[in-house]
């Protein structure tokens, strides 16, 4: 499990170095659109996690905490994926200033469900800081992307450049997406060896979309 999660966010480091130039027609924003899911599916997955282990393995004053930071995570959520359609409609560095900002939000929002993650049993802590883990790296990466493509509409690369460079990067993309639904199947699938924990594990979602 620990290399294919390596192999994941190597997939993330790869995938920022060649997007300088992508951003003019957002192709790469779509595939961000249909790498959302995934990322919402996976925050779920890590709060159904937690409810599954809740006075068990998670004390219940954790479980409360945990779900409210999860409520606030949904909304963001949401709201990239308005501010998304709003820039497919009309794109602006403004709004790309705001889809920025609110997925380093989600990204400030999971640590601070880590580090209030006061949990001592060790099987319950792996499993639910790797699935948390996916979801930083996932929101971290399109974080990163944007002064990038911020950079690129301010350029004065050809259309034809751009457009090369942009069906690139939405390749790329998509290869991180399969990236991360491949190491959310393996921390799922993999047992701890803890009864408990591993029946939590039975009960989340197969696969991410």
Known sequence: MKLNVKKFLLYFALFNCILFLAGCTATWLSAVSALLPALETAVSAAISFVLALEGKTIPASVVAFIQN???????QIANVKTLIADYQASASTGLLSQIQAVFQGISSNLSSILSGFNVTDSATVSKFTALIGLAIAAANAIFGLIPLVTAALASHASEETLKAEDKEASVHINNVHKGLQQAYVDIRNTPTGTAVVDTA????PTSLP
């Open 201 to 204: 594990l039975s009960t989340l």
């Open 69 to 75: 930071i999860g409520n606030d995570i949904a909304a």
